[in-house]
């Protein structure tokens, strides 16, 4: 399975973005999906899930209330609305696909089976 995310960009404190990950060679409803971010210098961390019918989801607490993840499997696609965006969102964000079990606690690199490029978003204050 190959993931390809757009959507990122440059944008003002307060803004919102959406980001979107498209698959192919695979099926992303057999999947766990996942959006995970890499700030500058630091390790990359989990920002949010979703399980395989995308009724549970569950967010780290920094962005809980302001980042929600969705998915349309008919589109094969997962998607990470970002409202009310700070400056510390600053990163590049990778949407990531598992077989693993959906749990409602954060998800670790490790667990991940698919990873998709990166796609930078940069807020500024």
């Known amino acids: 399975v190959q993931l390809q995310a757009s959507g990122g960009g440059l944008v003002q404190a307060g803004d919102s973005l959406r980001l979107s990950c498209t698959a192919s060679?695979?099926?992303?409803?057999?999947?766990?999906l996942a959006w995970f971010r890499q700030a500058a210098g630091k390790e990359r961390e989990f920002v949010a899930a979703?399980?395989?019918?995308?009724?549970?989801?569950f967010s780290a607490d920094s962005v809980r209330g302001r980042f929600t993840i969705s998915r349309d499997n008919a589109k094969n696609t997962v998607y990470l609305q970002m409202n009310s965006l700070k400056p510390e969102d600053t990163a590049d964000y990778f949407c990531?696909?598992?077989?693993?079990?959906?749990?409602?606690?954060?998800?670790?690199?490790?667990?991940?089976?698919?990873w998709g490029q990166g796609t930078q978003v940069t807020v500024s204050s």
């Open positions: 990531a696909a598992t077989w693993k079990s959906f749990y409602y606690t954060p998800m670790r690199s490790s667990d991940i089976t698919y």
């Open positions: 060679g695979g099926t992303l409803s057999s999947y766990v």
């Open positions: 979703l399980n395989r019918s995308g009724v549970r989801r």
